[in-house]
């Protein structure tokens, strides 16, 4: 539910600024969304916590500079909540690997899950980030967030034992 409430309140935000989502059309591309994700297992949903929210703690520590204060704000409140949500992950998969049967089952996870989420850092030489940049909105390039990611994400799932599939 706490994941939920952050896609609500940045929603509310950028309604309040009077930005509306887009209406999906066969031009448009459908929105990335980690509720979008079909969630097969309790260990799946360890693998998300653990990797999908490892992204997010990246795109809000983005955010936590923003020149915007409302955004930036929303940014900070929101966190303690993201770090929260990677460490459960985090130790839920340990605890997971403590088997050969958890640990095969977060790996299928992880080679499941891991391909899906760099395409959230958005497209390389992305004309939106380099705006959002010249504004303050954002401080790193998608690229440049995108390889941090592989990095940190290849940290926390060698540092189980496992490793990430080859994208």
């Not at 989420?117 to 380099?130: C, D, I, M, R, V």
């Amino acid at each position: 539910m706490e994941e939920y409430g952050h896609h609500v309140r940045f929603k509310e935000l950028g309604t309040k600024l009077g930005i509306e989502p887009k209406a999906m059309t066969p031009e448009n591309k459908t929105p990335l969304s980690i509720f979008g994700f079909p969630l097969r297992s309790w260990t799946g949903f360890c693998v998300i916590k653990l990797l999908a929210d490892l992204g997010e703690i990246l795109q809000v520590e983005d955010l936590i500079q923003c020149s915007f204060h409302p955004l930036r704000n929303l940014a900070r409140m929101t966190m303690p909540e993201e770090r929260f949500h990677a460490q459960f992950g985090k130790d839920f998969c340990m605890d997971l690997c403590s088997t050969e049967t958890g640990r095969q089952g977060v790996q299928d996870a992880i080679d499941r899950y891991f391909p899906i989420l760099p395409a959230f850092f958005g497209k390389s030489k992305s004309q939106n980030n380099e705006i959002f940049r010249k504004w303050g909105i954002k401080q790193r390039k998608n690229e440049e967030m995108r390889e941090d990611y592989l990095v940190q994400a290849r940290k926390v799932v060698e540092g189980l034992d496992l490793q990430l599939p080859t994208l």
